[in-house]
């Protein structure tokens, strides 16, 4: 079985700060791993993905996440948080040989400070 | 191209009834996914269809129930409602069905159990 932890339920950052996100999972098989930002009553919006190519993944409006096998750890980081950032950001794991089902992490809301 | 639509957006129902969500997924994508995304957690996957088969299942009673049609749209069917159904429910659909091939969410539908 897999499953994604995202530390912290809540983050706030300064306008022009670091956004770091954290995910870890756990993981039978080699991991698809995923970041989803989900803006208010919206669906979900793919932001990156690792699929065992580089293990620096560089996504969508400037977001990147690191692939480090050894921590099992997918962390999601920007450079410098813009006001349009604050969303709820989902980590998630499919599973490998049972096609494109997703597990979740619980998400993290990012407020963004003026 | 159309993205993912989803109807209705919002449904009241009562504990007991049967309700029945659509889904339309995107131009020339032939798997779809549900989830079901309780207040304040991360999606849950309920199944997957692929070729009008169902092709994957979550951890979710035989009451939920789903229907893909030939030209790839999508019902799920929720019978017997508690109010523990109340959630967002998301389809999702994707071009193959593989591991690493993105899903593409609808921005859901919101479902009230009283």
């Known amino acids: 079985a897999q499953s994604v932890t995202q530390l912290g339920s809540h983050v706030s950052v300064s306008e022009g700060a670091l956004v770091l996100l954290r995910c870890n999972y756990s993981?039978?098989?080699?991991?698809?791993l995923f970041w989803y930002v989900q803006y208010p009553n919206q669906g979900l919006q793919l932001l990156l993905k690792?699929?065992?190519?580089?293990?620096l993944v560089k996504g969508i409006n400037g977001f990147e996440a690191e692939f480090k096998k050894s921590e099992t750890s997918f962390h999601l980081t920007k450079p410098s948080a813009h006001m349009s950032d604050a969303a709820e950001y989902f980590c998630?794991?499919?599973?490998?040989?049972?096609?494109?089902?997703?597990?979740f992490g619980g998400g993290t809301r990012v407020l963004v400070k003026p | 191209e159309t993205g993912v639509t989803q109807s209705p957006t919002h449904l009241i129902k009562t504990r007991g009834q049967q309700v029945t969500l659509r889904c339309s997924s995107q131009?020339?994508?032939?798997?779809v996914s549900w989830y079901q995304q309780a207040l304040g957690q991360g999606p849950q996957f309920i199944f997957q269809?692929?070729?009008?088969?169902?092709?994957g299942r979550g951890n979710f009673p035989p009451r939920f129930s789903g229907l893909q049609f030939p030209n790839y749209s999508s019902e799920l069917n929720v019978n017997a409602l508690e109010l523990d159904d109340s959630a967002l429910y998301l389809c999702?659909?994707?071009?193959?069905?593989?591991?690493?091939?993105?899903?593409?969410f609808g921005n859901g539908t919101r479902l009230t159990v009283t």
């Open positions: 131009s020339g994508h032939n798997t």
């Open positions: 998630a794991v499919s599973e490998g040989a049972a096609g494109n089902k997703l597990t």
């Open positions: 690792y699929t065992s190519a580089a293990t």
């Open positions: 999702a659909s994707s071009l193959v069905r593989g591991s690493d091939s993105p899903l593409h």
């Open positions: 993981s039978s098989v080699p991991p698809y």
């Open positions: 269809y692929y070729r009008e088969e169902e092709n």
